[in-house]
Structure formats: C-alpha cells, structure tokens
C-alpha cells in the first residue's frame, strides 16, 4: 500500500536524502549531456551541501518535502521551496523504479500542491529535463503550463530544460 507522508523526523529526512542521491544517479544515467548539467550544477561537494539544508529549506514556513512509503518502505520523495514571496519552486521529485506505474509520482505532486496551497503560495514553478518525458506528460496533466526560463540557468543546461508553473 502506498502512503505519503510529511517527514518530520530524522529517520524521515535520511530516506529523503537518499532518495535524493538516488535521483542524481539516475539523472547521471540518462544520457552524456545530462550528465555534464549534472555535474556542472550539482557537483559532489554542492549537491552534498543542499543534502544537508534539506530540513531547514524544505519544512515550513519556507517550504515544505513529502516522502512516499510502500508498506513501510520509502520509494519516492518530492519538496519545494520559497523562490520570492508567494512562489514556490518544486523540486527532486523522484520516484525508485519498484514504485513506478503505482501512482506514486501522481500521489507526490498532489501532496507538494496541497502544501504549497495551505501556505499560502499564489503561484509554483518547476523544470525538469527534457529527457524525462513520462515526468513531462505528469506535470502537464496536472494543470502546469509550459512558460519561459523563471531563473537564470547556466549555459551548458540551455535547452535542455522545460519550464513549468501553476496559478494556485
């Protein structure tokens, strides 16, 4: 049985944690220029850093994290963050291979909209990388709208990412 949950415990942030490293990983695996973005964006030592801030950044007020547990194994996880006041950006959404088709990543974004709406955010925001077109297809029946870049983005990851948000 699939559940998502809150994490608020350390136990709960570990398994968020890892399953975000299991999420470069996987990005690394896709192909050579989603490699190179990767590891240009998210070097070992910076992704090791936002690893460490993920409570601070992702509970609330500033934003917010929900993990996905099948039976009492976690299998996915997804967070956002305040990007300026009212907005907020979705990140690391992921879900572990034994858990895709279940609903999993569904079950996940509809967790982040729900926070992002009992804090008050207007608007998020999101991207995901081209190659992930199962995640692409999510997002947009969702609701979210394609839009233009809302950040600056380093050279090397140009047109290389979709851009997305949805008016809450």
């Known amino acids: 049985m699939l559940s998502i949950i809150e994490p608020r415990t350390p ?3 570990d398994a968020v944690r890892r399953l ?3 999420y470069r990983d996987f990005l690394l695996s896709l192909d050579e220029k989603s490699q190179r973005i990767v590891q240009t964006i998210y070097s070992q030592d910076k992704y090791a ?5 993920i409570e601070a950044e992702h509970s609330p ?5 929900c993990l996905a547990l099948k039976g009492d194994q976690p299998v996915g996880c997804g967070m956002f963050h305040t990007i300026e006041p009212g907005v907020a950006e979705i ?5 572990r291979d034994s858990a895709r088709g279940t609903g999993a990543g569904r079950a996940i974004m509809l967790s982040l909209i729900q926070q992002c709406r009992e804090q008050g955010f207007d608007l998020i925001r ?11 297809r999510l997002y947009l ?8 870049a809302y950040a600056e983005i380093p050279e090397i990851a140009d047109g290389h990412l979709l851009f997305f948000e949805m008016k809450l």
Do not use: I
Not at 126 to 134: E, R, S, W
Not at 141 to 148: A, C, H, N, P, Y
């Open 11 to 13: 136990n709960h942030f």
């Open 20 to 22: 975000c490293w299991e």
């Open 49 to 53: 850093r936002v690893m460490e801030a």
């Open 61 to 65: 007020p500033k934003g917010g994290a």
């Open 91 to 95: 990140k690391r959404v992921f879900v």
């Open 126 to 136: 999101m991207d995901t990388g081209k190659p992930l077109q199962t995640a692409t």
């Open 141 to 148: 029946s969702m609701g979210f709208v394609l839009r233009d």
